[in-house]
């Protein structure tokens, strides 16, 4: 146990449906992040957030949409996804921005039919 | 463009083996190099590397930075069963007041009893 949670592990979805992944850390941690972990491709951030304020924005598109209500607290709202969009969604959280080391969730394995 | 290229891809040893993984990298502003162990979905922290020629220890794992070169060892001494995983390096850059890591595609290693 990392003291990073998320919910749900697998989550299968069509295309026009809206779902939403949930992380929370009970570290005490200020930073968290989004990853997509794709089939034999490397680990890619997709959204960071330091202290509640969204700090970097990776090229991802607005189907998805990241919500940071506290520090321990960080959502992933999905819409209109795409089948390439199936993947796992990790998400990690670090003492600050600047802090060395990451703690990972389990992840979301999502699927979209 | 940035780079982390990890090799082998996948490796295949018995128990008792020794493996070395490699990790190389190109990145503007580096700033350090991290191990993760990823079993079944969350990674863990092995190592952060910042300075070259320290070699950091763990149990049967250590591992070494060389700044000049542009690449960094993962070593398992005995490997075991357990040490069955996915490991990724990740290298730490500074852009723009912040940090980005970027991941390598991972180095799958299966011990065989």
């Known amino acids: 146990e990392t003291g990073v949670t998320q919910t749900p592990r697998h989550l299968v979805m069509g295309m026009t449906n809206k779902k939403s992944l949930k992380c929370e850390q009970h570290?005490?941690?200020?930073?968290m992040y989004w990853y997509k972990q794709s089939a034999k491709k490397p680990l890619e951030l997709m959204f960071v957030?330091?202290?509640?304020?969204?700090?970097e924005n990776n090229s991802v598109p607005s189907r998805f949409s990241p919500e940071c209500p506290n520090s321990s607290h960080l959502f992933l709202h999905l819409h209109t996804l795409q089948p390439e969009d199936s993947a796992l969604y990790l998400c990690?959280?670090?003492?600050?921005?600047?802090?060395?080391?990451?703690?990972f969730g389990p992840g979301t394995r999502l699927t979209v039919l | 463009e940035d780079k982390v290229v990890q090799s082998p891809l996948s490796l295949v040893v018995h128990e008792g083996d020794t493996v070395t993984l490699n990790c190389s990298y190109e990145?503007?502003?580096?700033?350090?190099l991290l191990w993760y162990k990823q079993e079944k979905k969350a990674p863990t922290f092995l190592f952060m590397l910042?300075?070259?020629?320290i070699e950091k220890k763990s149990g049967r794992l250590s591992s070494i930075l060389d700044k000049k070169e542009l690449f960094s060892i993962l070593n398992i001494t005995a490997t075991q069963t357990g040490d069955s995983a996915v490991y990724l390096c990740?290298?730490?850059?500074?852009?723009?007041?912040?940090?980005?890591?970027?991941f390598g595609t991972g180095t799958r290693l299966k011990v065989l009893a």
């Open positions: 910042t300075s070259s020629g």
């Open positions: 570290l005490g941690h200020n930073a």
């Open positions: 990690a959280s670090s003492q600050d921005r600047t802090s060395g080391r990451e703690f």
């Open positions: 990145v503007t502003n580096f700033r350090s």
């Open positions: 957030y330091s202290l509640e304020e969204r700090v």
């Open positions: 990740a290298v730490r850059r500074h852009t723009s007041g912040t940090y980005k890591y970027i």
